[in-house]
């Protein structure tokens, strides 16, 4: 399987299309999710072109998993969350639906439950707002 630069991460990476911003550096960019499954779900992706996580190089995974960290930590404090659910999918089988590898982050209460997978889409209001919180606890 190969890397496809058409895909949509890939898209907000070269600023075709918008997204909201929480997070970027060198190496990584984070930003909310458009379907979220609980408020407060982003995603973490590298700049690098991978498939997913079957094919990333380690120099990749490195920078990748430090913006993971400090995303969640972040998204947990912003929600004021009990837990921090981290998911990943790799290809069509495993639900994987954009193939440019990225972590999913997931603030969650106790008891609490996460609507459908690539369900309904968010308002950018919300949106916007969630970002916020997220970006002032990082
Ligand atoms: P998956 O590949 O199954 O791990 O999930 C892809 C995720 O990307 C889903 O949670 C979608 O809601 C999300 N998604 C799809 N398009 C966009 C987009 N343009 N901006 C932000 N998130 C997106």
Same mark, same amino acid.
């Given at each position: 399987?190969?890397?496809? !630069?058409?895909?949509?991460?890939?898209?907000?990476?070269?600023?075709?299309?918008?997204?909201?911003?929480?997070?970027?550096?060198?190496?990584?960019?984070?930003?909310?999710?458009?379907?979220? &499954?609980?408020?407060?779900?982003?995603?973490?992706?590298?700049?690098?072109?991978?498939?997913?996580?079957?094919?990333?190089?380690?120099?990749?995974?490195?920078?990748?998993?430090?913006?993971?960290?400090?995303?969640?930590?972040?998204?947990?404090?912003?929600?004021?969350?009990?837990?921090? &659910?981290?998911? &990943?999918?790799?290809?069509?089988?495993?639900?994987?639906?954009?193939?440019?590898?990225?972590?999913?982050?997931?603030?969650?209460?106790?008891?609490?439950?996460?609507?459908?997978?690539?369900?309904?889409? !968010?308002?950018?209001?919300?949106?916007?707002?969630? !970002?916020?919180?997220?970006?002032?606890?990082?």
């Amino acid at each position: 399987m190969t890397y496809d !630069a058409n895909n949509i991460f890939a898209k907000i990476l070269r600023g075709e299309i918008p997204s909201h911003k929480l997070y970027e550096d060198e190496y990584t960019l984070a930003f909310m999710d458009v379907m979220p &499954q609980v408020d407060g779900h982003c995603l973490v992706i590298p700049k690098v072109g991978s498939r997913n996580l079957l094919d990333a190089e380690l120099s990749t995974l490195t920078p990748l998993m430090a913006t993971v960290q400090k995303v969640a930590r972040a998204a947990k404090a912003a929600f004021k969350a009990d837990g921090v &659910q981290v998911r &990943q999918y790799n290809e069509l089988a495993a639900g994987q639906t954009v193939f440019h590898l990225h972590f999913h982050i997931l603030p969650l209460n106790e008891g609490q439950t996460l609507r459908p997978h690539s369900g309904k889409m !968010a308002d950018h209001g919300v949106l916007a707002s969630h !970002a916020e919180k997220i970006k002032k606890a990082l």
